[in-house]
């Protein structure tokens, strides 16, 4: 079932989840499972929220967007949430390591759109969310666009020990992929959001999208109250 998209006036067609899976077709699942494992990484800006309630509300339709030959729709929930899974807590070691290695060069002040996706305020911001809730903070996280990736991160720029990062990071990677994605499977079967996935999928981004206009709204009140 291909379906026309609402959210491309509103959203470059990269951050737009319909567009993008239906653009994948057939390698749907595996190029969403590419980019959760490239936002949880490094790259924060990408969809990760509204493209796993997307891959659920699409398995759900009759007929489904996401099929897998010789599969019903349960079995392709299943392989589903399994790959998306294994997608997010390896985006998340990918970011441990990255922040292990490499991290301080990439958090510097710098211009630009860099400056402003790997600003040295998201460091301390997460530092501070560490501090607060220790190791669960990699758990509360995974539900907050931006600081799910900053805070593997930060964890590898701190040499968290592995072994409790992984364990906290891959329950999280569990919840976040699964739960998102089953919120979307069974809200797919509501008549009401059925009709009206474009509505649903628009308040999804937004709602993904509210931290991240929240902290530039405060930054820019800041920076005219410093005036």
Same mark, same amino acid.
């Given at each position: 079932?291909?379906?026309?998209?609402?959210?491309?006036?509103?959203?470059?067609?990269?951050?737009?989840?319909?567009?993008?899976?239906?653009?994948?077709?057939?390698?749907?699942?595996?190029?969403?499972?590419?980019?959760?494992?490239?936002?949880?990484?490094?790259?924060?800006?990408?969809?990760?929220?509204? /493209?796993?309630?997307?891959?659920?509300?699409?398995?759900?339709?009759?007929?489904?967007?996401?099929?897998?030959?010789?599969?019903?729709?349960?079995?392709?929930?299943?392989?589903?949430?399994?790959?998306?899974?294994?997608?997010?807590?390896?985006?998340?070691?990918?970011?441990?390591?990255?922040?292990?290695?490499?991290?301080?060069?990439?958090?510097?002040?710098?211009?630009?759109?860099?400056?402003?996706?790997?600003?040295?305020?998201?460091?301390?911001?997460?530092?501070?969310?560490?501090?607060?809730?220790?190791?669960?903070?990699?758990?509360?996280?995974?539900?907050?666009?931006?600081?799910?990736?900053?805070?593997?991160?930060?964890?590898?720029?701190?040499?968290?020990?592995?072994?409790?990062?992984?364990?906290?990071?891959?329950?999280?990677? /569990?919840?976040?992929?699964?739960?998102?994605?089953? /919120?979307?499977?069974?809200?797919?079967?509501?008549?009401?959001?059925?009709?009206?996935?474009?509505?649903?999928?628009?308040?999804?981004?937004?709602?993904?999208?509210?931290?991240?206009?929240?902290?530039?709204?405060?930054?820019?009140?800041?920076?005219?109250?410093?005036?």
């Amino acid at each position: 079932m291909v379906m026309p998209s609402l959210l491309v006036p509103l959203l470059p067609d990269w951050l737009d989840p319909v567009y993008i899976i239906q653009s994948l077709g057939n390698w749907a699942l595996w190029g969403v499972a590419l980019i959760l494992f490239i936002e949880c990484c490094i790259f924060p800006v990408l969809p990760g929220d509204s /493209l796993l309630f997307t891959v659920g509300m699409f398995i759900a339709m009759e007929p489904p967007s996401i099929t897998f030959p010789g599969m019903d729709k349960w079995q392709v929930l299943i392989v589903s949430t399994l790959v998306l899974t294994v997608a997010a807590i390896a985006g998340n070691v990918g970011g441990y390591w990255v922040g292990r290695i490499i991290g301080p060069p990439i958090f510097k002040p710098r211009d630009g759109w860099a400056g402003k996706v790997f600003d040295p305020k998201y460091v301390d911001k997460t530092h501070e969310l560490l501090g607060k809730y220790g190791n669960q903070a990699l758990v509360l996280a995974r539900f907050v666009p931006f600081v799910r990736t900053f805070v593997t991160i930060i964890a590898g720029i701190g040499k968290m020990n592995f072994r409790s990062f992984i364990s906290w990071t891959a329950l999280g990677g /569990l919840l976040w992929a699964v739960g998102v994605t089953l /919120l979307g499977f069974f809200l797919g079967n509501v008549p009401l959001i059925r009709d009206h996935i474009e509505a649903v999928l628009v308040m999804i981004v937004l709602v993904s999208i509210i931290p991240m206009v929240v902290e530039f709204l405060v930054q820019k009140k800041k920076a005219k109250a410093a005036e």
